[in-house]
DNA sequence: TTTCAGATACGTCTTTTAGCGTAGTGAGAG
DNA sequence: CTCTCACTACGCTAAAAGACGTATCTGAAA
């Protein structure tokens, strides 16, 4: 198996190197001080895992994931870095990145990523992985629609296609004065100020799927 | 530690605790055939991760996870499943729980599991971990808020707040006039018909966080 | 049976938004 | 040095929403 390591600490690239050239699965190891000497050198290298560096001068770690992932889809590039911020993990996964491991994580773990990833899996230091956790969580709380009727959620769903008061009476068979009269009970029962809050409400709440 | 089993199939408990009883982490090893029997002896037992099947009979998984940790907020719940579709995983989550495996894993693949909830971690099969990942990176996907100004983000983002122009131009320093113009090539460029559609929209785009 | 809540409907008034203009300024591109 | 584009700003009018009211009908609960 070909490793490209893609990190501007020389120091850094030297320890994993020698710590990966210890490994019997590693045939051949590469390294590139950024992004840019990283991506000139690909064609050639052809490797099959990258352990990639997030900030670093010139293209950073997710435009160079983007563009290698973009030519060579196979390849698995593992994100290294030193902090596990949402922006850093979430724009490497997007960019293609199968893994995300903190610099403090043991060589074990590296081992570890890089079998998972060869076996077309993803592989996440745990304190990653409780950040994605959380987020996918955070999202779904507060859900207590009790306080709506059926029908004040009927007509809340058709304000959040964009109807207005008009076409929801028509839509519903009712008079306009009545989708007022619905629409001003939904503003108080969900403490929203304007349209705009309710429909947040409706969104948090799950009575209206994006 | 103290382990509870839930799960409906008898002879999956029985192999599960025999292969429990020889790990010398574990003290003792309790069981329930369904959620609501998990329940009544929660108190009594007080275990420090439960094993928890979400199919069963009566309370199923998810109802049973949420009641318990609202009870008893620092048990590990390790959610054991056959299968691991996107409502399972995302209910278990939310309900509370702290993995999901699937039963197709190994023994080791468990232990794994219960030491990394043990030490606050998230523990989750490979399969369920890469739906969660591909559930990450295909949210942002429909995001092309390029056509807006960072301007109009601003405007926009004030106005799923809740606010109204004349408030947001306070906030901004603007004339009411100019907001009212954003707000107006805000409506154009989403293609949106009224507020709702608007903030559906930067929602979707992610260009306000629920 | 009475009571109550929810759905229905209407009136009036103010505020806000929407849709149509026009136009000056400052930064960056060609 | 122009040209363009984003941002700023203003005027006018119509439509929609918001905030008050009141009132009838129905079905379920007390």
Redesign the interface.
């Known amino acids: 198996m070909k490793i490209f390591i893609v990190d501007d600490h020389q120091l850094f690239r030297e320890g994993l190197k020698f710590l990966l050239s210890d490994w019997d699965l590693v045939e051949s190891i590469y390294e590139a001080e950024n992004g840019d000497y990283f991506l000139e050198n690909l064609d050639l290298c052809q490797p099959d895992v990258v352990l990639m560096d997030i900030e670093m001068p010139g293209a950073n770690g997710i435009e160079t994931t983007t563009a290698c992932i973009e030519k060579y889809p196979d390849i698995k590039v593992i994100a290294l870095s030193m902090y596990g911020n949402e922006n850093y993990y979430?724009g490497m996964?997007?960019a293609g990145a199968k893994g995300f491991l903190l610099k403090n994580s043991r060589f074990e773990d590296v081992q570890r990523a890089i079998t998972?990833v060869l076996?077309g899996?993803?592989y996440?230091s745990?304190e990653i992985?409780?950040g994605?956790?959380r987020?996918?969580?955070k999202?779904?709380?507060s859900s207590k629609n009790s306080e709506l009727t059926s029908r004040e959620i009927e007509v809340l769903y058709n304000?959040?296609?964009?109807l207005?008061n008009q076409e929801i009476a028509n839509n519903l068979n009712l008079s306009k004065r009545t989708v007022d009269k619905h629409r001003e009970n939904i503003l108080l029962k969900t403490q929203?100020?304007?349209?705009?809050?309710?429909?947040?409400y409706a969104?948090?709440n799950k009575l209206?799927e994006?």
């Open positions: 979430t996964i997007d998972e076996n899996n993803n996440f745990p992985l409780n994605i956790v987020n996918l969580s999202k779904k709380n304000i959040c296609k964009g207005s929203s100020g304007n349209t705009a809050q309710m429909v947040v969104i948090k209206f994006i």
